[in-house]
């Protein structure tokens, strides 16, 4: 039996990336009910003019709120919420049996409550995969640093084994919507994170609740990441607030690692690194 899906994409400027998009969606062997596009802020939003008239798709407007606001504003427009919620971004590009496979994993194994899989690196520029790695799951060093393993190496098959994380790359996220209706308090995704590390946090709330998050490597999708390689590229305040929702992360989730994220949240911001 095919469960439900409804699939979330938060967009902010996303005219380049969106059309590819919703092209591999519609070319998933298992239907989608419905896809629920929460547009926030972008600054000229006639590319989403063309959705306007599409049956499954639902389109809400609103200003920059940021990412976890936005996010729980589109699961909040579905009504009756049951089976699988795909949150995806915009630059996500998902293999075409990779909700299929989600759904069947998530069937077969009741405390699991979110599943990703291998995200492969893609460039917009030139319209083509980097043939390197985006993400196989979130890991934590030893001394508390959030990472996406894998991330800028080739594929050579070394993460080629579904097993247990720590945490999931919201970019690329299937939820069991029970997952999601059992958790209480902050909400689905923690509105005090505008941007980064809302998925870390609510992957750690989930497993608070006793569900399991997999990584599958059978799950596919190329995933244009916004971050530069060169870190001084990215804007510092992006930076910035990377750093300080660390920090947040762990004084919601209380752990000695704190005061690795306070003494790198200084760094960023008195020696912008």
Not at 70 to 94: C, E, H, R, Y
Not at 151 to 172: H, K, M, N, P, W
């Given at each position: 039996?095919?469960?439900?899906v409804?699939?979330i994409?938060?967009?902010h400027?996303s005219a380049?990336?969106?059309?590819?998009c919703l092209e591999?969606?519609?070319?998933?062997t298992m239907?989608v009910?419905?896809i629920?596009?929460v547009d926030?802020?972008?600054t000229d939003?006639?590319y989403?003019?063309?959705?306007q008239?599409k049956n499954?798709?639902?389109l809400l407007?609103?200003d920059?709120i940021?990412?976890g606001?936005?996010?729980?504003l589109?699961?909040a427009s579905?009504?009756?919420l049951?089976g699988m919620i795909?949150?995806?971004n915009?630059d996500t590009?998902?293999?075409?049996?990779?909700i299929?496979?989600?759904s069947?994993?998530?069937?077969?194994?009741?405390?699991?409550?979110a599943?990703t899989?291998?995200?492969?690196?893609?460039?917009?520029?030139?319209?083509?995969?980097?043939d390197?790695?985006d993400s196989t799951?979130i890991?934590?060093k030893?001394?508390?640093?959030w990472?996406?393993r894998?991330?800028?190496?080739?594929?050579?098959?070394?993460?080629?084994?579904?097993?247990?994380i720590?945490a999931a790359?919201?970019?690329?996220?299937?939820c069991r919507?029970e997952?999601?209706?059992?958790?209480?308090g902050?909400?689905?995704?923690?509105?005090d994170f505008f941007l980064?590390k809302e998925d870390i946090?609510?992957?750690?709330?989930?497993?608070?609740?006793?569900w399991?998050?997999?990584?599958?490597?059978a799950?596919?999708a190329?995933h244009?990441?916004?971050w530069?390689?060169d870190?001084?590229q990215?804007p510092h305040s992006?930076?910035?607030?990377?750093?300080?929702?660390?920090?947040l992360l762990?004084?919601?989730?209380p752990?000695?690692?704190?005061?690795w994220?306070v003494?790198?949240?200084?760094?960023?911001?008195y020696?912008r690194i």
């Amino acid at each position: 039996m095919n469960w439900p899906v409804s699939v979330i994409i938060v967009t902010h400027n996303s005219a380049q990336v969106l059309p590819r998009c919703l092209e591999a969606l519609d070319r998933q062997t298992m239907p989608v009910e419905r896809i629920v596009i929460v547009d926030c802020g972008s600054t000229d939003t006639t590319y989403l003019e063309s959705l306007q008239n599409k049956n499954d798709l639902v389109l809400l407007k609103t200003d920059n709120i940021g990412f976890g606001k936005a996010n729980n504003l589109g699961l909040a427009s579905i009504k009756q919420l049951s089976g699988m919620i795909l949150f995806l971004n915009p630059d996500t590009f998902v293999y075409s049996d990779s909700i299929v496979r989600a759904s069947h994993i998530l069937q077969n194994n009741d405390r699991t409550g979110a599943v990703t899989g291998k995200m492969l690196g893609f460039d917009p520029f030139l319209g083509k995969p980097t043939d390197m790695l985006d993400s196989t799951g979130i890991f934590r060093k030893w001394y508390g640093r959030w990472y996406d393993r894998g991330q800028g190496e080739s594929d050579t098959g070394r993460y080629d084994s579904a097993s247990v994380i720590l945490a999931a790359c919201g970019a690329f996220l299937f939820c069991r919507a029970e997952a999601l209706m059992s958790l209480a308090g902050r909400g689905t995704f923690d509105e005090d994170f505008f941007l980064y590390k809302e998925d870390i946090e609510l992957s750690l709330r989930l497993r608070q609740k006793g569900w399991q998050i997999i990584y599958d490597p059978a799950l596919r999708a190329y995933h244009c990441r916004g971050w530069q390689k060169d870190r001084q590229q990215v804007p510092h305040s992006l930076r910035r607030m990377a750093a300080w929702n660390e920090v947040l992360l762990y004084r919601k989730h209380p752990s000695p690692y704190i005061i690795w994220a306070v003494l790198k949240y200084l760094l960023v911001k008195y020696l912008r690194i």
